[in-house]
Structures are given as structure tokens and as C-alpha cells.
């Protein structure tokens, strides 16, 4: 291995071992989950929707979107993934990728999802939705294995200005060569949405094998093409902030994640709708 890629391999092993797990690759779904803190288990029509699939259920058009993010400033800990989504008949479909990490370790992820929204006899909508995720890892020196994870969630109207989310990853419990499990994580998320022009996100995200991680997220539409955006999470204890421009059929997302030890993150997405 040469000396920089064995740098960067212990830099995202002490990224890990200071932010409670793998952090660097949470700066993803979109820069406007970013600037959210990842509260984002109860928004709906979201075009990642990497909370929560049933978040797909009300994307009404084609649309792709594009992402960029690198944790901390470091290459070692860059992010990039595209995701496509098609309504499909009375569903919404989505195809997507992303790949994180440089040579020597390398994280690749593959999805397909499905979701629908019903109305049962409430008559409020009920949001459900699954993603089948493929899930790659690959170790210089030590090789590579790749497992195929259940993830699904649900959104539920309680009130025409709340919403509730639920959401879970790794149902099936994979493992990587029969051995390393995969994160399982379980997501309960509530959006404030009265008649003024702001949404107040509210979510607990638990990770089985570590303590339960709140997280709070605040968004302005500030003028009919602009978005305000500001976030916080307490594992770890994190400030986020970022700002989304819509003209026409272009949606541009930018956002920042500040961790008072190791810095500052930003992320980009780019979402083009037909």
C-alpha cells in the first residue's frame, strides 16, 4: 500500500473511531437532508427520500439528481451518488447509486425502490414504501464482499399539518461474507407544516448497536426560489445549515455540516425535473 493511500485509510478509521461509527458517510441524500441534520424521516416528496423510501410516494415527475459531499475537508471521506425517479403507473420507481471512499477502501451502494401512497377510509394519505440496496465493500489486501439489504418505511398524515415518519434499514439482517453485519437502523421522524411557509423536522435515529442520535431540522422558503435551511444532531453533536435555488425545471442545493473537532463538511446536489 502506498504511504498516501495508507494516510488516508487511517484517517477515515480515526474519523470513525471519533464520531461514533461511520459519520463520513452519513453526509448523504441530498444536500438538503444535509443541511436538515438528516431529519428528514417525515418529508415527503423527497427525491432521495434515503430516510425514508415511502418519501418517494408523492414525486409526481421524472427527475434526476446528482450529489456530491466530502466529510471533514478530507479526499479519503468524499461521496458521490446520482438517483433517478419515474412515476410509474399509480407508484413512483427509483433506480440510484453512490460510491464512497479512494483506493484502498471503497464503499459502493445500488438501489431500487418502490413506493404508493393509499387512502384508507380516513381518507388521509398513508405513505408506504421499500428499497431492495445492494451494498458493496472492497479492502485492498483483503478483498471484497457485497450483501443485499431490505430497507422500508412508512409516512402517515396525522393531521393536515402533521406528519409522521417510520423507517428501517436492514430488515433481513445481511451480512458481508456470511460474517460482518450490516448497520440495522430503525427512524421515527414528525413534520410541522401549518399554512406559513416553513417545516419544522423532528427525528430519532437509532443504529441497534449504539445509543439513539435526536436530530432536529428548520426549513424558510425565504422567496419563491429560495430556501433556507439549518439543522442539529447530538451524535454526534453537530450544527448544519445550507440554502436550496429552484428556477424552473433546476433545483440546486447547497449545504454545510460543522463538527466542533474535525470541522467543516460540505455537500452539493443538482436535481433536474421534467
Not at 113 to 132: D, N, Q, V, Y
Not at 228 to 234: D, F, I
Not at 245 to 268: F, K, M, N, R
Request: some cysteine; hydrophobic content about 50%; charged content about 15%.
Amino acid at each position: 500500500m502506498s504511504r498516501r493511500r495508507h494516510i488516508g485509510l487511517w484517517c477515515a478509521l480515526l474519523v470513525a473511531a471519533l464520531t461514533g461509527g461511520a459519520r463520513g458517510q452519513s453526509l448523504e441524500g441530498g444536500a438538503r437532508a444535509v443541511a436538515l441534520a438528516g431529519a428528514t424521516t417525515a418529508l415527503t416528496a423527497d427525491v432521495w427520500a434515503h430516510a425514508n423510501p415511502a418519501a418517494w410516494a408523492d414525486w409526481r415527475r421524472a427527475a434526476l439528481s446528482l450529489m456530491v459531499s466530502q466529510a471533514y475537508g478530507l479526499e479519503a471521506l468524499r461521496l458521490g451518488a446520482a438517483t433517478y425517479v419515474q412515476p410509474v403507473a399509480r407508484m413512483t420507481m427509483a433506480l440510484g447509486a453512490r460510491t464512497f471512499g479512494f483506493e484502498a477502501y471503497r464503499e459502493t451502494h445500488l438501489w431500487l425502490g418502490l413506493a404508493r401512497t393509499l387512502h384508507p377510509a380516513t381518507r388521509r394519505p398513508l405513505r408506504l414504501g421499500l428499497s431492495l440496496r445492494y451494498q458493496h465493500v472492497a479492502i485492498e489486501r483483503y478483498g471484497a464482499a457485497g450483501a443485499l439489504g431490505l430497507w422500508a418505511g412508512l409516512q402517515a398524515e396525522l393531521f393536515p399539518w402533521l406528519t409522521v415518519g417510520m423507517a428501517a434499514t436492514n430488515l433481513n439482517a445481511p451480512r458481508l461474507a456470511g460474517r460482518e453485519a450490516l448497520p440495522r437502523t430503525l427512524r421515527l421522524g414528525l413534520a410541522y407544516h401549518p399554512a406559513a411557509p416553513f417545516r419544522l423536522l423532528v427525528d430519532v435515529y437509532k443504529e441497534l448497536r449504539f445509543a439513539p442520535d435526536f436530530r432536529a431540522g428548520l426549513e424558510v422558503q425565504a422567496l419563491p426560489v429560495l430556501t433556507l435551511r439549518v439543522g442539529t444532531g447530538m451524535l454526534p453533536e453537530r450544527i448544519t445549515a445550507g440554502f436550496g435555488l429552484t428556477i424552473g425545471p433546476i433545483q440546486a442545493d447547497a449545504a454545510a455540516e460543522y463538527h466542533a473537532v474535525l470541522g467543516w463538511s460540505p455537500a452539493l446536489s443538482l436535481t433536474l425535473v421534467r
